[in-house]
């Protein structure tokens, strides 16, 4: 079976086991399908855009980078057992694989019907509703919906050297592949944490036996796993592709991270800033008959892209832009790859813009006040937990092709948004450009 085809029997069977969660209740919305009548009023109202209501998520390992502009006394708003909130999660049609006290619907973006109202439905209802209205044809034929998913990524500390499954590792825990993308924003890392520096793969002249007796201690020692890797310190205002099977540990440094419609990966490092991590972390996403295998999970690994000697020049993305004038400037951040792609859009002070792309999109403003289509559009200052804001939104494919309307207010200040896109985008760059 094809990679792609991997991706529609899968995304198919999740879509089935999510419709099941709703059937049993375990989703806070009042029907299993929002009524069609709501969504498409809403979806007609904001002329083919939706405003989406925010999306925060806990991990019950790390710490909060409190970037997020979310009120301070609200990191534990999901409780003390289930960890601080490090990520917000944009357009996202998917759960997190959270572990067993989080929610069926933990991470899924809802639509937001109105200002005055907290009445609301799930972005994954308006793609079973409206379809190709929504995302375009070529994505329901090729994914059934909505295939990718961005986040804001945000802790103090640096995260474990992990592994994100390829698509035939993934396919036989009934999950998808997910390939990721990283870019960071000046105007959200204020600081950087405790360090400014990803980990990518391995050195090459490590040896794959180096590895497997690292891991085969995860229980019983520190797996020092990082010492085999290679560090890259992060430059603001640029980014990675990371393929699904290289292992890396992110720096702690808020990252905008665009990937593909999935949560699962296999985490090779056992102790991270004094935090200890279980062993189950290593191989919770195997095939029962190859949890322990320690041959099975170091094949999770793409080995040739771990070990390629030019990793930097392969898998670097400084930004290309686009397209700019006196009113604007907009920038490529994620490209090169056939998954996932984005762009940095500023406008200037006191300018309006109409910006055509040939594909559906979410965005979220990081900078600035004004006007998206018909909607207000404001960088979020500070979130209560459980509020609705103005600055994330999704846009279908009809109203991108059309252009969408974008004035900035402020007569100071840019107006800037970052914008992310599936595997359908015509003219996002297919290659890195010396």
Known sequence: MTEKELIIKNSKELDEILHEAEQGGNLVVKDAIKDETVIRKTFEDGKGIFRLFPAFVPRRFGKAGRRLKLHPDDYF????????????????????????????????????VSYDSDEKFSLRDAVKVLGKELVGEELMNKYNGWPMYSKFFDNENPLFHHVHLMFEDAARVGKLGKPECYYFPKQLNNYFGEAGYTYFGFDPDVDPEEVKERIRHFADDDTRITDLSRAYRIELGTGWYTPAGVIHAPA???????????????????IVSGEVYPPEMLDEECPLDKQGDIDYIFSLLDWEKNVDPH??????????????????????????????????????????????????????????????????????????????????????????????????????????????F????????????E
Request: charged share 20%.
């Open 422 to 433: 599936g595997p359908n985008h015509p003219d996002v760059p297919k290659c890195v450009c």
């Open 77 to 112: 708003a999901f409780g003390m057992a289930r960890g601080s909130i490090t990520e917000r999660w944009f357009a996202s049609t998917i759960a997190a694989q959270n572990g067993e006290l989080s929610k069926a619907d933990e991470g899924m973006s809802y639509v937001c």
């Open 311 to 420: 990793y930097r020049k392969h898998f670097f993305r400084p930004p290309v832009t686009a397209s700019e004038s006196e009113a604007y400037s907009e920038k490529w951040i994620t490209y090169a790859n056939e998954y996932i792609a984005a762009k940095e859009l500023t406008v200037y002070p006191g300018q309006t813009v109409t910006i055509a792309d040939g594909a559906a999109y979410g965005c979220i403003f990081i900078q600035g006040h004004g006007k998206l289509g018909c909607y207000d559009a404001e960088a979020a200052t500070l979130l209560r937990f459980g509020q609705q804001s103005t600055d994330e939104f999704f846009v279908s494919e009809g109203a991108a092709q059309k252009g969408v309307t974008i004035t900035n207010l402020s007569k100071v200040e840019p107006l800037v948004l970052l914008k992310h």
């Open 252 to 270: 702690s440094v808020l990252t905008y991270e665009p990937q593909w419609n999935s949560d699962v990966n296999s985490v090779y490092e056992n």
